[in-house]
């Protein structure tokens, strides 16, 4: 892979973990489909690993707002604070 291609899986890895965590996407609905499909995890990228825990921790999240506020995307960056605050009342 090249430094464009690097960056463009991250930045869609970036974008995943947004719909993810924002539940504009259900994870287990993304891997039907990719079983459907591809059989391939590296068609979904993630910058964490749901496979090791069910529950995305504040630090993941503050990983995907990091990236999201250097692009200057604060209202993604505003409702994905806002699901870290609701998953710490959980």
Do not use: G, W
């Not at 690097?6 to 994870?27: E, G, H, P, Q, S």
């Not at 921790?57 to 200057?72: A, M, T, Y």
């Amino acid at each position: 892979m090249d430094f464009l291609e690097d960056l463009d899986l991250y930045n869609n890895a970036m974008i995943n973990a947004y719909n993810v965590i924002t539940k504009r996407i259900d994870f287990e609905d993304v891997l039907i489909e990719l079983e459907e499909e591809s059989d391939d995890l590296f068609d979904f990228p993630l910058p964490f690993n749901p496979f090791i825990h069910a529950d995305i921790s504040n630090d993941e999240i503050d990983l995907v707002i990091e990236h999201f506020s250097q692009l200057e995307e604060y209202e993604m960056c505003a409702e994905l604070v806002d699901c870290k605050d609701v998953k710490e009342y959980k």
